[in-house]
């Protein structure tokens, strides 16, 4: 899977910070993500083309969102024979830790096209406040 | 031997465009591809992910595939971009058909942002298994 990284490079500690991913899962088994945020949620957004929804775990542990799973091969007769092959993934893994508590138990996830959507709500103390100046 | 009758055109990305509010240029991207030959027919699958299924134009001329996808923006409106991979796109790739095509009955399917084309060959291209008497 060919990912284009364009994070400023202001962010790249940040990202480092960010993502906890090590150099063996780079290339074939990491799925390119998304990671915005407003005032009230983080989302994540992955591109799982040919995943199936039974095939993928979301977990939430210890402040970090993992992404794993499998990617079903499509079966085909003994007499094919393979001219092309560049999707190559097969499972994959990702984790994100976001920057802010996480409601965990208001996660959410959606898989729709070979994209995946998780909802990161901020927990009630990591949400932006106006303080009113008495 | 037929090592040409399915010659592949690499359709050359754009270089990474830098994406900004003020410029809507989206950049084209080639989607990755699978092509498999069974006994009648060669089986494309590309990855499209983001993509609806009405977006997709498949177009068969002047002896080429084409596939051409826009992509759905998933973020969040109004949000900041803490890390981002998955910049605007859209896919397009093109493919040379040999004459082993039958290009009448070429059939696509969009499944789980999977793009699977079945390209039946034509009765003078599939292999024959000849009886001897």
Known sequence: MVVHVEAPRAFRHLVNELLETSVHQAYHGMPAIEVTEDDQQTQVVAELPGVKKEDLKVGFEDGVLTLRGIRQQQELPDSARVILNERHVRDFKRRVRPAHEVESQHISAQLTDGVLTVTLPKAEKAKARTITVR | ?133
Not at chain 2, 60 to 70: D, H, K, P, Y
């Open chain 2, 1 to 133: 031997m037929n090592e040409r009758k399915f010659a592949l055109v690499r359709f050359t990305p754009a270089a990474i465009v830098k994406h900004d509010a003020n410029d809507e240029q989206v950049p084209e991207v080639m989607p990755l591809a699978d092509i498999v030959e069974t006994t009648d027919a060669f089986i494309v699958t590309m990855d499209l992910p983001g993509v609806a299924k009405e977006s997709i134009r498949l177009n068969v001329g002047g002896g080429e595939l084409s596939v051409n996808a826009s992509v759905r923006r998933p973020s969040l409106k109004n949000a900041a971009v803490v890390y981002r991979e998955i910049t605007p796109k859209q896919y397009r790739r093109q493919f040379r058909l040999g004459n082993g095509v039958d290009h009448e009955h070429i059939d696509a399917q969009y499944a789980d942002g999977v793009l699977t084309i079945a390209l039946p060959k034509t009765d003078a291209l599939k292999l024959r298994e000849i009886i001897i008497h």
